[in-house]
């Protein structure tokens, strides 16, 4: 019964359908909760101080009901997704709820969708990582399966590494940085994997066309099923979706530098 305690994980889109339901000021439930609620308990709250005893570890990862609550994202974030997309498209917000879905939205996208999907992406079956890169769709960031895991695991807290700040590096510059050269990245790393592996650039090995050929199909299914405008709010919900990663991206490595040894390693 005490695992039970990991459904709290599906507040946030709890949250976010009761915002998008009685619109107004309660579609900042979400960001409020997260942004301030939440730090406010974990301020308060005993912090942990042991880790689980080797039975306990063998146990718990036996159990499926982790897995189960993990999979479960796929349907729920997409669910709350369309809910959100069609009550934009067929009522009238204001400008603050606009706002305001923009950001429960995202935050849900980001929160649920890319870090389970940072989990998903590094399990040893295959349809599990399809998960996980099914989970960035909604941030337009599927990419992040390629570079994440190909590169930044490689070139964590060196200079070659977008997803690392620098010591001194503002939030600013360094989202700028990181969104766009892991991007580049990506295509980087994808093109040197078709080349070891004797394919060509139209080959359907090429994740990174697949992954384009997906999102921009993804934008123009919700501007043909909603409408255009529709497009445009989905593509402000991945910014902040993947904007939330990067918070993290900067608050893990900010200022850590590896040294290099006489090898190259």
């Given at each position: 019964m005490k695992d039970l305690k990991y459904l709290t994980?599906?507040?946030?889109?709890?949250?976010?359908?009761?915002?998008?339901?009685?619109?107004?000021?309660?579609?900042?439930?979400?960001?409020?909760?997260?942004?301030?609620?939440?730090?406010?308990?974990?301020?308060?709250?005993?912090?942990?101080?042991?880790?689980?005893?080797?039975?306990?570890?063998?146990?718990?990862?036996?159990?499926?009901?982790?897995?189960?609550?993990?999979?479960?994202?796929?349907?729920?974030?997409?669910?709350?997704?369309?809910?959100?997309?069609?009550?934009?498209?067929?009522?009238?917000?204001?400008?603050?709820?606009?706002?305001?879905?923009?950001?429960?939205?995202?935050?849900?996208?980001?929160?649920?969708?890319?870090?389970?999907?940072?989990?998903?992406?590094?399990?040893?079956?295959?349809?599990?990582?399809?998960?996980?890169?099914?989970?960035?769709?909604?941030?337009?960031?599927?990419?992040?399966?390629?570079?994440?895991?190909?590169?930044?695991?490689?070139?964590?807290?060196?200079?070659?590494?977008?997803?690392?700040?620098?010591?001194?590096?503002?939030?600013?510059?360094?989202?700028?940085?990181?969104?766009?050269?892991?991007?580049?990245?990506?295509?980087?790393?994808?093109?040197?994997?078709?080349?070891?592996?004797?394919?060509?650039?139209?080959?359907?090995?090429?994740?990174?066309?697949?992954?384009?050929?997906?999102?921009l199909s993804y934008l123009i299914i919700i501007g043909?099923?909603?409408?255009?405008?529709?497009?445009?709010?989905?593509?402000?919900?991945?910014?902040?979706?993947?904007?939330?990663?990067?918070?993290?991206?900067?608050?893990?490595?900010?200022?850590?530098?590896?040294?290099?040894?006489?090898?190259?390693?």
């Amino acid at each position: 019964m005490k695992d039970l305690k990991y459904l709290t994980a599906y507040i946030v889109p709890i949250l976010c359908v009761i915002g998008i339901y009685y619109r107004g000021f309660a579609l900042y439930i979400t960001p409020l909760m997260v942004f301030t609620i939440v730090p406010l308990i974990e301020l308060i709250m005993p912090s942990l101080t042991s880790n689980l005893d080797a039975e306990s570890k063998e146990s718990k990862l036996k159990n499926k009901l982790f897995d189960i609550l993990l999979w479960l994202n796929v349907p729920i974030i997409f669910s709350v997704l369309i809910y959100g997309l069609y009550m934009y498209s067929i009522s009238n917000f204001e400008t603050y709820e606009v706002i305001g879905l923009i950001f429960t939205l995202g935050i849900v996208a980001g929160s649920n969708g890319i870090n389970v999907a940072h989990e998903l992406g590094h399990r040893q079956e295959s349809w599990e990582r399809f998960l996980g890169k099914i989970l960035l769709l909604p941030s337009l960031y599927m990419h992040f399966y390629i570079e994440h895991n190909y590169g930044h695991h490689v070139n964590a807290a060196t200079p070659e590494d977008p997803a690392s700040a620098r010591y001194n590096e503002s939030l600013y510059a360094f989202w700028w940085r990181s969104v766009i050269n892991q991007y580049k990245n990506s295509w980087s790393i994808q093109n040197r994997l078709l080349i070891v592996n004797d394919q060509s650039f139209y080959s359907v090995k090429n994740d990174m066309l697949w992954y384009t050929v997906i999102q921009l199909s993804y934008l123009i299914i919700i501007g043909l099923s909603f409408s255009w405008m529709t497009s445009i709010i989905a593509l402000c919900i991945a910014v902040v979706g993947f904007s939330l990663l990067e918070i993290i991206n900067y608050l893990e490595h900010y200022g850590l530098r590896r040294v290099q040894k006489k090898s190259g390693r």
